[in-house]
């Protein structure tokens, strides 16, 4: 049976080698099996540049490699945290970088990907640090830096994201509801699948043209989170123990 996944927020790091094997099972498991795999931003807690060729980073393109190798389409996405994934990691792993907002065919039912960040506009000062670090001149800037200097400014961000986010009402943290109908609108979709606030749910949503869903992919945590799409049965949000 023909089949998609999606995953985002596993934040790997090597301080969690575990989530790692996680996915190397997940990447075992559906290799030359489901159609494509897309990844919906955040796959690392940080990315400093695809220069950074750590054993951890590597170990992890190996992994994506031999899932894109066996024949499954590979598919990536921005996150908050490694907005700096550029084309030759997508290259090393045989998977497609993709646009924030990208609609897809899912067996005959379009969705809207995103990461999710966007969706949070009523956290403002969030939103102008993303303008900032989304901007080709930033980023060319940071990635001209020594690596370790991009290590120190990566710690020092993560640093200060998880003081301002303690400080945050919680509501602000998450979507706002008439930016998802604008964006569902415009896609003209009455399915959106996206990651980034930790909080996995499927949401009905009411649009111009009907009722639709929002469906919210969870972090990696103590569980997996995966939603499965396929003809039969459409789509599922899926929870799986590490």
Not at 18 to 46: I, S
Not at 80 to 94: E, I, P, Q, V
Not at 139 to 164: E, T, Y
Request: net charge negative.
């Amino acid at each position: 049976m023909s089949y998609t996944l999606f995953i985002s927020d596993l934040h790997l790091d090597a301080e969690r080698p575990q989530h790692l094997d996680a996915l190397k099972q997940l990447l075992a498991r559906h290799a030359g099996q489901c159609d494509a795999l897309y990844v919906l931003g955040d796959l690392f807690e940080t990315w400093i540049g695809d220069d950074d060729d750590s054993p951890f980073n590597l170990d992890a393109i190996a992994a994506f490699r031999s899932f894109s190798d066996a024949g499954s389409a590979l598919f990536f996405m921005h996150g908050n945290r490694d907005f700096l994934l550029g084309h030759a990691f997508t290259t090393a792993t045989g998977g497609t970088l993709l646009d924030e907002g990208t609609v897809v065919d899912l067996y005959g039912t379009p969705a809207l990907l995103m990461h999710g960040d966007s969706l949070c506009t009523r956290d403002e000062k969030y939103m102008a640090f993303r303008a900032q670090v989304r901007n080709p001149a930033w980023q060319a800037d940071m990635l001209a830096k020594p690596l370790a200097q991009r290590r120190m400014i990566a710690q020092m961000l993560r640093l200060q994201s998880k003081q301002n986010n303690e400080n945050k009402a919680q509501n602000i943290m998450d979507v706002t509801p008439d930016e998802v109908i604008r964006v569902m609108d415009e896609a003209g979709v009455k399915d959106l699948i996206h990651g980034h606030t930790h909080r996995p749910a499927v949401h009905d949503v009411s649009l111009q043209g009907g009722s639709g869903k929002r469906w919210v992919l969870g972090d990696w945590g103590a569980l997996g989170w995966q939603i499965v799409a396929d003809q039969e049965k459409g789509l599922r949000l899926e929870s799986f123990t590490l």
